[in-house]
């Protein structure tokens, strides 16, 4: 059954935010703790959004594959032989059995419980033990197709059949990154750290778009970046996070040989974290998994100019894991258990016109995505 909203509940819930962020409240709590507003999201923005799967080298040549799970949908993502970007359900239409798991290459689809078997268009080819069936015709039985894109070098999947392309709802990211990344599709898979977090998804993105609680919480992160040049920006579905590299010697990770100088990230709606740090070309991709409304899986994966991280590259991944990480975690758990008692319904959001990072703007414009969602989840 599909989830469904009353107008008096999205009322309630839209409570105390404004379109102006120097006036508005934050996202209520009970968004962020509730079973129900979890289950809202699953249908409002899981299963309606572009969601991050891979560097398009995991899919270079025809059969290579890649699985995984968008919410509680299993897909299958393959190069044809037309090299042709093609995202299934991964479900047999037989009888449901998962079609292929994990990564790797292959010519045919052939489920493991009785052999059923696809070509890379998903069309089934081979049933065996079906020649006595009645009406039955192998040309007629074809995998539910999924959206998929090839973006900026990653590959995403969307399960809204009618959704736009993202290279044309994200506006103008593909030329920022672009611009700020040239050697996006150059870099390859070098290291993944992964991360079971107790916070609902919500707050983990918070925490990503401002770094208002940077001088508190993230002492090294500040000598790493020049806190003064820190801009913020929103658009359409993302947010650009700039700022400079620091002026002095910093307490994070060495920076002595960097040919990257900026530090460029972005946010894309709703779960996608894209990053570029100071040091050697890299492009590093934070991916947030929502699993319940307390509970969070993160994976961070490095993409960096060879395989094999070098001591400088080692020493920034160390950072990230040990420090960095470790910072934010706590911190987001926190507020998680503080949004499960009675003593916090909403804040104010912290604004600056001029979008310096200390500002909460971003995270006003991620509550109003949000909300635009859950909108289209009323009840007519």
């Known amino acids: 059954m599909t989830a469904k909203l009353s107008s008096a509940e999205l009322a309630r819930i839209h409570k105390g935010f404004d379109p102006n962020p120097a006036r508005s409240y934050s996202l209520s709590a009970e968004a962020y703790i509730s079973q129900d507003w979890y289950d809202i999201e699953l249908e409002a923005i899981t299963k309606k959004t572009w969601r991050w799967v891979c560097h398009e080298e995991k899919l270079l040549e025809v059969g290579d594959y890649v699985t995984v799970n968008v919410g509680d949908q299993p897909i ?45 268009t998903g069309q089934l080819r081979k049933a065996p033990e079906t020649e006595n069936l009645e009406e ?82 993230h002492k090294d992160f500040c000598t790493l970046v020049d806190m003064d040049t820190y801009k913020v920006t929103t ?24 040919t990257v100088t900026d530090h460029a990230v972005w946010w894309l709606w709703p779960t996608t974290c894209i990053m570029r740090y100071p040091g050697r070309g890299n492009m590093i991709i934070l991916n947030i998994i929502p699993v319940g409304p307390n509970r969070t899986l993160e994976t961070y994966d490095f993409f960096l100019e060879e395989s094999t991280p070098n001591e400088a590259e080692l020493e920034s991944v160390k950072y990230l894991d040990e420090v960095l990480q470790v910072e ?33 703007h971003a995270v006003h414009h991620f509550h109003g995505l949000v909300l635009d969602a859950y909108a289209k989840m009323v009840e007519i």
């Open 136 to 217: 039955f015709s192998t040309s007629e039985i074809c995998l539910d197709q999924v959206k998929v894109e090839a973006f900026c070098g990653f590959v995403y999947v969307n399960l809204d059949a009618k959704a736009e392309p993202l290279h044309v709802i994200s506006g103008d990211l593909g030329k920022e990154i672009t611009h700020w990344a040239p050697d996006i599709k150059d870099l390859t898979f070098a290291h993944r750290l992964t991360y079971d977090i107790k916070s609902n998804w919500k707050n983990v993105v918070d925490n990503f778009l401002e770094c208002y609680h940077c001088p508190t919480a």
């Open 76 to 120: 299958l993502i393959v190069r044809d032989k037309r090299e042709e970007l093609r995202a299934f359900y991964n479900v047999c239409k037989h009888r449901a059995h998962e079609l292929l798991s994990g990564e790797g290459r292959t010519g045919v689809i052939t489920c493991p419980y009785h052999a059923w078997a696809y070509d890379l």
């Open 328 to 360: 934010d975690i706590g911190l987001v758990e926190s507020v998680q258990r503080g949004m499960n008692t009675p003593a916090f319904q909403q804040g104010r959001i912290v604004h600056d016109p001029e979008g310096s990072g200390k500002s909460e």
């Open 235 to 258: 658009h359409g579905i993302y947010s650009s996070h700039m700022a400079e590299a620091g002026k002095t010697a910093n307490t994070a990770y060495s920076v002595e040989d960097a």
